[in-house]
């Protein structure tokens, strides 16, 4: 039986903070194009669901000064609209 080669997670460093910090701007950059823009605003929300990035990691990219928005972007819209973590429904319990 023939196996293929295997990875040692030792041998190669991880991402240091300041690439992975790029490699998500570049994420979002990549995005925002393909995302609906309402009167030259996107939600961060939205930026959110294509992405997958972490909110607070979200927040500290859009207000960078360097990222990069399309001409038809003004702005980026910083508050959500999805409320979260909450009980939904009627109560089972008495």
């Known amino acids: 039986m023939m196996s293929g080669p295997t990875i040692d997670s030792t041998t190669k460093d991880p991402l240091d903070e300041g690439e992975m910090h790029q490699r998500y701007k570049a994420a979002v950059e990549s995005a925002i194009p393909h995302l609906p823009v309402k009167n030259g605003v996107v939600d961060i929300d939205s930026i959110w669901v294509e992405t997958s990035i972490p909110m607070e ?28 973590g909450g009980r939904r429904g009627k109560s089972r319990r008495r």
């Open 57 to 84: 990691i979200l927040r500290e990219l859009v207000k960078l000064p360097d990222l990069k928005l399309p001409e038809n972007v003004e702005r980026i819209n910083t508050k959500p609209r999805a409320k979260g």
